[in-house]
């Protein structure tokens, strides 16, 4: 890891600088001046944008409770697949209706999208009333483009123009302003370096690097004396973190803070899975959640070779198993890529074995979206769109009858649920779960399970004193 990756304590200054000079110039352009950010994407996407609007209120920005109400709108763009792109095409779409009711206001579109320079051209081309584009590395920057922009009056453009070997960076000392008070993402790890073949994220969000354990467990402790119940550390490859420590050591420190609280992680790849991450669940199991989230994306060996994977069938089947032994009240999550090139009916049956195999509480089931500059979109045998949907519904309609009967297995079991406030919340697992009464956002409860549906589940709350399942 080299030192330029992280954002000098001086660079952050400077922006705070400039924190000061927007505040004065909205203050008086606007008067009350309000900021509205719209999120596509991951869950890394959600956490820049807590970023983003966390710079902006540092400006004097106050949130908007709508984008027509709002001076400054930044919309966050996803390129993992096409529909993800065509919604934020969309969304910049409809800032031209925006630009005609006022003119005055500042237009942004940034993230994964226009950090493909064609992408950037585009916008640039088709979009002209967006002021302000920007890419993955440059939101710790959004004080000093705002001010170029609002005193030259004129569009900015600010993607680094590096190589993507070498894009990238790591900036502490960011304001952040977070959506919830009691459930927060933590990215302990950026970028990617796996370069899966159908991948767009390693391009659009460079390589892997990760943050100094010391901060992470800083802003965990914090966190948890505010009252935070459910932490998710982030990263695109979250067992790949390499901070002077390993990921499960990683998760080990932050498991022994005190305090009443879930530790969740996202996303790992099977091929970083090792043993003592699944001791470390183990040795935590309040602590950390009982949910493993590991994509398999097919059940076939050939298909993973092409995918560059870097794993087999048989590997993954090895964690799964390691996992039910040491940690048999876990979920485990996938997945799925339906019509990879090449992908042969014999191919997808593996993937339908392997689901039916592994018993997963659910899947994420994707259609296989050609992305410009990756290598599966040169591949030959691209699957016809009819196949790859045919194929989508059908692990749909296998997965509804797995869930289900896993569901129907909760019934007069007991699981401690972080309450989401509207009569629901989650379990340890990951599950939604409803019951009968209405407990403040944030608190958590034993509710006992009355009810199973394929992907819901109903309770009741187990008052103190009364036993337990
Ligand atoms: N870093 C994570 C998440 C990547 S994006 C990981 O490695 O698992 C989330 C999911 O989107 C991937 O797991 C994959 O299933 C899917 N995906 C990525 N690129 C895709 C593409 N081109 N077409 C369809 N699905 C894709
Ligand atoms: Fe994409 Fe693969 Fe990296 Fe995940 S591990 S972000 S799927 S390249
Ligand atoms: Fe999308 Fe970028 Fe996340 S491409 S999935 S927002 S890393």
């Known amino acids: 890891m080299t030192e330029e990756i ?57 949130r908007a409770e709508k984008a027509e ?29 925006l630009k005609e009711a006022r003119g005055d206001r500042v237009l942004a579109v940034c993230g994964c999208m226009p950090q493909q320079e ?118 695109q490859n ?17 498991a022994r803070i005190d305090g009443d609280f879930r530790l969740r992680f996202m996303t790992s790849h099977p091929k970083d899975a090792s043993d003592r991450l699944t001791d470390v669940m183990a040795a935590h199991p309040k602590k ?23 794993y087999t069938r048989e590997k993954y089947m090895g964690i799964v198993k390691k996992i039910r032994e040491k940690l048999p009240d876990a979920a485990i999550t996938t997945d799925i890529i339906c019509g990879f090139p090449g992908e042969t009916d014999a191919d ?25 500059g990756t290598a599966a979109a040169e591949m030959p045998d691209q699957i016809p769109h009819e196949i790859k949907v045919s194929r989508f519904s059908r692990l749909a309609d296998i997965q509804n009858g797995i869930s289900a009967g896993i569901n129907e297995r909760c019934v007069g079991k007991t699981f401690r649920v972080l309450s989401d406030g509207d009569g629901t919340g989650r379990s340890s697992q990951n599950k939604i779960i409803s019951y009968d009464k209405v407990l403040p956002a944030g608190v958590f409860a034993d509710v006992k399970i009355t009810e199973a549906q394929a992907y819901a589940l109903k309770g009741t709350i187990i008052l103190k004193g009364q036993e337990k399942a």
């Open 69 to 97: 109400d709002a001076d400054l709108i930044i919309i966050n763009t996803c390129a993992i697949r096409e529909h993800a792109e065509k919604k934020a095409l969309s969304g910049a779409g409809s800032f031209k209706k």
């Open 288 to 310: 950390i959640a009982r949910h493993f989230h590991l994509p398999a994306q097919s059940g076939s060996d050939r298909i993973l070779k092409a995918m560059n994977r870097r």
């Open 118 to 235: 064609y992408r950037a051209d585009q916008i640039d081309k088709s979009y002209p009333y967006v002021d302000l584009v920007f890419g993955t590395d440059r939101g710790h920057l959004l004080a000093e483009m705002l001010y170029e922009v609002l005193i030259s009056g004129k569009r900015r453009r600010f993607v680094s123009d590096l190589p993507h070997d070498r894009l990238g960076v790591i900036a502490e000392d960011v304001p952040v302003c977070r959506e919830s008070s009691y459930k927060a993402w933590v990215s302990v790890m950026y970028g990617c370096n796996n370069f899966c073949t159908y991948c767009i994220v390693p391009s659009v969000r460079g390589r892997e690097r990760s943050r100094d354990p010391e901060r992470i467990i800083d802003e965990v402790k914090s966190l948890v004396s505010g009252g935070c119940r459910d932490i998710t550390l982030l990263g």
């Open 238 to 254: 979250v067992n790949s973190y390499s901070g002077g420590i390993g990921f499960p050591e990683l998760l080990d420190k932050l």
């Open 348 to 372: 997808f049956e593996d993937t339908v074995s392997l689901i039916r195999e592994v018993g997963f509480d659910m899947i994420y089931t994707f259609v296989y979206s050609p992305r410009p």
């Open 6 to 62: 992280f954002v000098s304590p001086a660079e952050s200054a400077r922006q705070y600088g400039f924190t000061e000079k927007v505040r004065g110039i909205i203050k008086e352009k606007y008067g009350d001046p309000k900021v509205f950010v719209i999120t596509y994407g991951c869950q890394q996407n959600e956490a820049d944008s807590e970023r983003l609007l966390g710079i902006a209120l540092e400006c004097g920005y106050s």
